[in-house]
């Protein structure tokens, strides 16, 4: 069954600060992704507190939305067959040390708070966050 997915990829600041990110593109490509938007951004620590709302409640919020403003970032939109699930597992674990080999996190992750990429958890999360980015 065909089920060509979307879903929001962003290479976080760690990542970018270290230009990893056109490795990390020609990874999704390899992977059979289309990039079908992209952009560098910086955002303002409101926008970060905005998107990771569902996060709120958690410890790691405050440090979470600094680390995300913290410095330029570059979000796509990702293209393929169950894009969601595929991008999840090409990304890893949150904890770069308990991510499989093979995955981004655990090639170039530094940290669970620098782990280099995000990725929507759904397909309703991907839409949502999707628009967040490239609704103009
Ligand atoms: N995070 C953190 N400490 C934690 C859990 C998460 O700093 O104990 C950060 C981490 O960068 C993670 C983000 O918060 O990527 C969002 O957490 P989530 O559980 O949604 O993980 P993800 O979906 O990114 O794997
Ligand atoms: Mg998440």
């Given at each position: 069954?065909?089920?060509?997915?979307?879903?929001?990829?962003?290479?976080?600041?760690?990542?970018?600060?270290?230009?990893?990110?056109?490795?990390?593109?020609?990874?999704?490509?390899?992977?059979?992704?289309?990039?079908?938007?992209?952009?560098?951004?910086?955002?303002?620590?409101?926008?970060?507190?905005?998107?990771?709302?569902?996060?709120?409640?958690?410890?790691?919020?405050?440090?979470l939305c600094n680390y995300l403003s913290s410095g330029p970032i570059f979000v796509m939109i990702l293209s393929k067959e169950n894009a969601v699930l595929a991008n999840r597992k090409l990304?890893?674990?949150?904890?770069?040390?308990?991510?499989?080999?093979?995955?981004?996190?655990?090639?170039?992750?530094?940290?669970?708070?620098?782990?280099?990429?995000?990725?929507?958890?759904?397909?309703?999360?991907?839409?949502?966050?999707?628009?967040?980015?490239?609704?103009?």
């Amino acid at each position: 069954m065909n089920n060509i997915q979307k879903t929001l990829s962003i290479i976080k600041p760690d990542a970018v600060e270290r230009n990893l990110t056109e490795e990390i593109k020609s990874i999704f490509k390899k992977n059979g992704f289309e990039i079908i938007g992209e952009k560098k951004i910086k955002i303002s620590k409101e926008e970060a507190e905005k998107f990771y709302i569902v996060h709120q409640s958690k410890p790691f919020y405050e440090d979470l939305c600094n680390y995300l403003s913290s410095g330029p970032i570059f979000v796509m939109i990702l293209s393929k067959e169950n894009a969601v699930l595929a991008n999840r597992k090409l990304m890893g674990a949150t904890n770069p040390e308990d991510a499989k080999e093979g995955t981004i996190r655990k090639k170039y992750g530094l940290s669970i708070d620098k782990n280099s990429v995000h990725g929507s958890d759904s397909e309703e999360n991907a839409k949502k966050e999707i628009d967040f980015f490239f609704s103009s």
